[in-house]
Structures are given as structure tokens and as C-alpha cells.
């Protein structure tokens, strides 16, 4: 066998860094990518750490269906961001259940398991089909993915940190008077693109009045939001009736290498209020030591962390993100969050820790032992 990891899903270069994790942890990883130009795309949203380990990791180029096919047969595994592997294998779909095709991990990220596996469609179906046929599902414990996976009675799932996400980000606070706090998320309050499957609002109106009584009470501030979303026309309409133009920055949709930028140029981090879990932006955020206000649920958090979760400024409702916002006046608490912020990050993201449990289970489904777990100890049999 000649990899013993093959990544399928780019995922903003997640699996890139993935591989690299991957492979200083004694897996030889390739990386199959459709149409990738070089291993340096994105290279500065890829840190240093990774950037200098990259000629370590093969990426081989794909075309979907049979070339797919027969070059993930020379890895013992796939790994399988959001269901890509559906588009790596095409109409060939079926020869994924033939004997000599590796097993399929499959990432789940976000929507893929809040929105997507819910809806009616045939690809759906397929995605359905594809987590329940697999040995192994890594999920998210966002509330509603808990739900569906019950309602889908998807077998074999994990949850675990993603390990993706790299981490030694960390750039001091700027020391601006104003408070800036940047809401990168996606304009989205369910206003013009209800959707009857859709549950990947941000509540940013709640975010927004919040954000004006605050400035009313007091908090010397100012906010910067991206105009994209469906309802980001609103929004700004939101902002004048408010009467807050002054204390806002409106800047155009970045790339990821500009959004990271920004979250460094800013104290906070607004990230979104209503989904109940956290992905790419509040991890990211916490990296370069941001304290983020996002909403979380605990209870779903739990499964995951183990009642360690997030320091992060907690909030759902309108009152909640006006109180969580009023401790901002106090820059020891930014101070403070900050640092525990990174330190929370680096306990259950950093380096090939975060991969601990994915390593045996790799074992566990392939036979193929690269770490000592012990048992060698033993005379038994």
C-alpha cells in the first residue's frame, strides 16, 4: 500500500494541514485534490509550522469517477471532508462498496450534517447512504446534528476536536482606545432566505441592536460587518434606523487570508447566535487570542469537551449579547479571555494531540499499528 491516508475536501487548506499533522505522526498522508495548482495554495493562511513541513505530503491530482477511484485504492484509508468523497467518486459511486476499496472516515463540518442530510434530494439520500455505510462518522455536536443523526440513526459516530484548524496564530491585542469588534459571519436572519431546510442563520439583528444599546450604555466602540448574506441590505438598514452609521465599518466579502488579517486588527470576535456550536472562525479566532461572543449550548458542548468547553462570551438573546457585551468596558476582561482563549486552543488543537483518538481508530479499522499503545508489554495473546 502506498499511502496509508488519503484526504479528500479541501476545505480551505484543512487538509493540508491535516496531512501534515497526520504525517508527523507516522502516516504517510497524500492529499487528493481536483485541480489543485501547488501545495503553497493559500500559503499564508497556512502557519509556519505546517508551511515548513509541507514537501512531506504528495498531493496527486484527480479526475472524478474511475481516476478517483483507483488512486484512492492505493491508500488504507480515506479521510472525507463534508461528503466530498461523493464527488471524487461520481457515477462510481457503487465500487466504493466492492472489498478491495479502502474504508471511508467521514468529517462531518457543519452544514453537511445541520442543513444538508435533512433535505429530500437525491445527492442527500446518497450523503445518507455514504454515513451509514461507513465505519466510521467524526461529527460536530452542533443541537441539530445531534438530531438528525438520531432521525437518520447514523451508526458509528465519533466526536472528537477537528483537527484542521492550525493554531499558533497568536498576535497581541491592538491598542486602540475604541473596542473593535469584527462579526465576520454571513449577514443571516432567516429574513430573505428562509429556506425550509436551511439552519445556518447567524442572528445578526440580534447582534446589531445589542451592539447599539451597548453604545448607548456607555462602551466606547465599534463594529466591523461584512456585506454578504441574504440579508445584508437589511442590515444596513437595520444600522441607520439605529442611528449607529458612525460606529459601524462595512467592509466587502474577504478572502481567508484578509480574514484572518482583520480578526488580528480587532479586540473581539462576533462569530453567530444561533446555531448552538462553533466551527472555523470561533477556532481561529481563539487562536490569534480573540475572545469570541458566539452562542453556545452547553449541554451538546459536553459531549464533545467533557464540561470543559469554550471560554467564550456565551450569549443567545438580544439581553444576553447587550450584557456579555457591557464586560468589554473592562479591558482586563479582554486581557484575560484572550490568553485563556489561546491556551484553551492549544490544549485540544495543537500538533498531532488532537489526532490521539483518530490514530487508534485508524489502527482499530485498518490493522495498521504506528503508535505503542502498550500492549507489547504483555506476554498474553
Known amino acids: 500500500m502506498k499511502y496509508d491516508i488519503g484526504l479528500v475536501g479541501s476545505l480551505c487548506s484543512c487538509d493540508i494541514v ?76 457503487p465500487l466504493k462498496f466492492l472489498p478491495d476499496f479502502p474504508p471511508i472516515v467521514n468529517i462531518a463540518t457543519g452544514s453537511d450534517v445541520t442543513e444538508f442530510i435533512n433535505e429530500q434530494s437525491f445527492a442527500a439520500r446518497i450523503y445518507r447512504n455514504l454515513l451509514k455505510t461507513s465505519p466510521m462518522n467524526w461529527m460536530v455536536e452542533y443541537p441539530l446534528a445531534l438530531k438528525f443523526i438520531q432521525k437518520y440513526d ?45 439552519a445556518s442563520s447567524n442572528g445578526n439583528d440580534r447582534f446589531i441592536r445589542a451592539f447599539a444599546r451597548a453604545l448607548d450604555a456607555g462602551l466606547d466602540a465599534e463594529a466591523t460587518l461584512i456585506f454578504r448574506g441574504p440579508d445584508k441590505v437589511e442590515a444596513k438598514k437595520l444600522v441607520s434606523s439605529l442611528g449607529i452609521d458612525d460606529a459601524i465599518i462595512w467592509k466587502d466579502e474577504l478572502s481567508r487570508d484578509q480574514l ?41 458542548s459536553s459531549i464533545m469537551f467533557r464540561g470543559d468547553g469554550p471560554p467564550v ?38 500538533g498531532t494531540e488532537s489526532l490521539a483518538e483518530f490514530i487508534y481508530h485508524y489502527y482499530r479499522l485498518t490493522g495498521h499499528c504506528v503508535q505503542d499503545y502498550g500492549w507489547n508489554h504483555y506476554s498474553t495473546k
Open 154 to 198: 447514523i451508526p458509528n459516530t465519533y466526536f472528537m476536536p477537528f483537527p484542521g484548524i492550525a493554531h499558533d496564530y497568536f498576535t497581541p491585542l491592538p491598542t486602540t482606545k475604541k473596542v473593535r469588534i469584527l462579526n465576520p459571519s454571513r449577514i443571516d436572519w432567516k429574513l430573505n432566505d428562509p429556506g425550509e431546510w436551511r
Open 313 to 350: 462570551l456565551n450569549c443567545h438573546s438580544e439581553d444576553e449579547i447587550f450584557s456579555q457585551l457591557m464586560l468589554l468596558k473592562d479591558r482586563s476582561t479582554i486581557n484575560d479571555i484572550s490568553i485563556q482563549s489561546q491556551s484553551w486552543i492549544m490544549k485540544y488543537y495543537s
Open 260 to 300: 484572518l488579517n482583520e480578526i488580528r486588527e480587532h479586540h473581539v470576535v462576533a462569530d453567530q447566535f444561533d446555531l448552538g456550536g462553533f466551527g472555523g472562525i470561533t477556532i481561529e479566532s481563539m487562536s490569534i487570542g480573540r475572545p469570541v461572543l458566539i452562542y453556545l449550548n452547553q449541554v451538546s
Open 18 to 93: 491535516t496531512a501534515v499533522k497526520l504525517q508527523n505522526a507516522g502516516l504517510k498522508t497524500v492529499v487528493l485534490s481536483k485541480g489543485r495548482v501547488s501545495r503553497s495554495a493559500n500559503i499564508q493562511s497556512i502557519p509556519a509550522s505546517i508551511q515548513k513541513n509541507l514537501d512531506k505530503i504528495d498531493i496527486i491530482n484527480f479526475n472524478p469517477g474511475v481516476d478517483f477511484y483507483k488512486k484512492a485504492k492505493c491508500c488504507r484509508l480515506i479521510l472525507s471532508f463534508s461528503g466530498s468523497i461523493l464527488g471524487g467518486l461520481r457515477e462510481c459511486y
